[in-house]
């Protein structure tokens, strides 16, 4: 079971950014699918979530109508389409998964990426 995480860089202000999370040994449809971010000297803070059905939970207000999730199902793979993106976004983005129910606490989740670095600065 292993996610892999990429699609990180350095963005201005106002640019876009799609992060990708791609998973191998199980099937991603069967997870709700949650996308994690921890700034420097921070706590890991749950951004949003796409549960099995498709539905999307948004737990950070500023993400809301700026960052989209979405899962191909035949790639196995699930983005994370960030819009418009500030310099508060700056982080570490982290996918992660669980069986249950979409949930803003990282303790709930059973499997994550290695993370991939979002850098928002002119």
């Known amino acids: 079971v292993q996610l892999q995480a990429s699609g990180g860089g350095l963005v201005q202000p106002g640019g876009s950014l799609r992060l990708s999370c791609a998973a191998t040994?199980?099937?991603?449809?069967?997870?709700?699918i949650g996308w994690f971010r921890q700034a420097p000297g921070k706590d890991r803070e749950g951004v949003l979530c796409?549960?099995?059905?498709?539905?999307?939970?948004y737990y950070v207000d500023s993400a809301k109508g700026r960052f989209t999730i979405s899962r191909d199902d035949a790639a196995n793979t699930v983005y994370l389409q960030m819009n418009d993106l500030k310099p508060e976004d700056t982080a570490v983005y982290y996918c992660?998964?669980?069986?249950?129910?979409?949930?803003?606490?990282?303790?709930?989740?059973?499997?994550w990426g290695q993370g991939t670095q979002v850098t928002v600065s002119s």
């Open positions: 040994g199980f099937t991603l449809g069967y997870y709700h």
């Open positions: 992660a998964v669980q069986r249950y129910h979409c949930s803003r606490r990282a303790a709930a989740y059973n499997y």
């Open positions: 796409l549960s099995v059905p498709g539905i999307s939970a």
